[in-house]
């Protein structure tokens, strides 16, 4: 598909001296074979006549196959989901109002007990849906049976990062090589990342196995650390230290990777982050709702930590909606910092897109510039929470919703636009696997 947008604000994300480049307030942005082709001024290079073989009185062929007007609309790169675990759909609304252990040992394990692979299937498409009408164009998720959910992805036409949720209980080492090599070479749209679940589900001999693969392929680490008071005080009685320092003494991070929540941190952990350059992936949202704490935003930022931003699972949060996120990712530092300047805008805009690129491994989706990966988003201005046009990133981060998504395009592919799916299947048939699919459990 070769596809132009034209007459739109765009806001590029590339940045120059740790600022974001200005918007261009009235630009043109192409799309070829799922890659960005031209981001400039309107009408740059846009006369298309093949080197003097039509006479300036004939009509131009036009080489599009669509032309959108975004009539004034912004134009910036998907956000980037960067923690959740699809497939928990069927949970939504069902395990509520527990604090963690519970919620886990109560609600979750039970019922994914009874999940069966094909239900993945269909519940990770669910989360899809939403994941599109929020403006995402990647997820990096953690779930069980990787293959249902990569060819959900791959048939919605959507990009996903697969992470793994070894545990005691779950996988083993052998196996997570073996996915790390076949999801590696699975599909343009799916990559894998080496991970576990947690340094409390997760005994000594499993975390070293994981070490040895990552100095084996030489990658980045990822997996639930420090979300709670009870998880950092039970690692330390047991270990001697905060689970960062035990993990990083195993040699988990010797190339990198990155915790979500990390809300418990200590300033020798933050520290430990900024140095290995480790990312902290946020989940407010998810941390509000069960009551784990608010994570000490504004110090890592201070130290250089990478911060990306993620929704958790729709069992915890309920919704997989990124605009709340931001919000909540921004309010609550302010609150904690009893600082209003605390975590500006700018900064919580650049970790839903940028931060959740480079965290995810996909440097080829962090900004729009020639020769980038085709994955954007439209916010419609054109709508009061947009109005006045004072200052569009804070528009996105302080005033907008899922109801400003126009249009999200991954790959160069338009998989939702004017609250319609393009996915390959019918909303309404995922429904209602979805609803079969959590009756069957009751």
């Known amino acids: 598909m070769r596809i132009r947008f034209f007459h739109g604000r765009i806001l590029t994300m590339e940045q120059k001296d740790g600022r974001l480049l200005p918007m261009l307030e009235d630009g043109e942005l192409w799309v070829e074979d799922g890659r960005v082709t031209y981001v400039g001024a309107m009408g740059g290079t846009q006369d298309r006549r093949d080197m003097g073989k039509l ?12 032309e959108i007007d975004l009539k004034g609309n912004l134009l910036l790169p998907g956000f ?3 923690h959740t675990h699809s497939a928990m759909t069927f949970l939504r609304s069902y395990a509520d109002d527990l604090p963690l252990a519970e919620w886990l040992e109560r609600q979750v394990f039970p019922m994914e007990a009874k999940l069966q692979p094909e239900d993945i299937y269909w519940l ?10 929020s403006g995402i164009t990647a997820n990096f998720d953690m779930y069980f049976h990787p293959e249902m959910i990569a060819r959900a992805s791959v048939e919605c036409g959507f990009r996903t990062v697969l992470v793994s949720s070894l545990n005691d209980h779950v996988s083993s080492p052998e196996e997570l090589e073996e996915n790390y090599l076949r999801y590696n070479q699975y599909h343009d ?7 576990f679940h947690a340094e409390y589900t997760t005994g000594e001999a499993r975390l ?10 030489q990658a980045p680490v990822f997996a639930h650390i420090s979300e709670t008071e009870k998880e950092v005080r039970e690692c330390i009685a047991r270990h001697g230290m905060t689970p960062p320092a035990y993990l990083d003494r195993l040699g988990l991070f010797a190339w990198g990777g990155g915790g979500y ?15 290995k350059k480790l990312t902290a992936v946020l989940n407010p949202g998810s941390n509000t709702k069960l009551a784990s704490g608010i994570a000490p935003v504004a110090a890592m930022l201070q130290a250089g930590v990478p911060l990306a931003i993620g929704t958790d699972g729709p069992a915890s949060n309920n919704c997989l909606d990124m605009f709340r996120e931001m919000f909540l990712a921004t309010g609550l530092a302010k609150l904690r910092e009893k600082d209003a300047a605390a975590v500006p805008a700018e900064q919580v805009l650049e970790m839903a897109v940028s931060g959740g690129a480079r965290a995810m491994g996909l440097t080829d989706c962090d900004c729009l510039a020639v020769g980038k990966r085709a994955d954007l988003t439209v916010i419609d201005l054109h709508q009061p929470n947009m109005q006045p046009v004072n200052d569009p990133v804070r528009n996105i981060v302080y005033s907008g919703s899922k109801a400003n998504v126009a249009l999200t395009m991954v790959n160069g592919q338009i998989l939702y ?16 696997r979805a609803n079969q699919i959590i009756g069957r459990m009751r």
């Not at 006479?55 to 669509?66: A, F, M, N, T, V």
């Not at 990770?124 to 009408?133: C, P």
């Not at 996915?423 to 429904?431: F, L, N, Q, S």
């Open 189 to 195: 749209l799916i990559h894998y990342t080496l991970g």
């Open 208 to 217: 070293k196995a994981v070490a040895a693969l990552a100095e084996r392929y």
């Open 261 to 275: 929540h990390c809300v418990h941190m200590t300033e020798d952990d933050i520290r430990l982050f900024a140095e």
């Open 80 to 82: 980037k989901n960067a």
């Open 55 to 66: 006479q300036e009185s004939q009509e131009i062929p036009s080489p599009w196959d669509r």
């Open 417 to 432: 636009e004017g609250g319609q799916f393009f996915v390959g299947t019918e909303p309404e048939e995922i429904y209602r």
């Open 124 to 133: 990770s498409k669910l989360a899809i849906l939403e994941y599109l009408t």
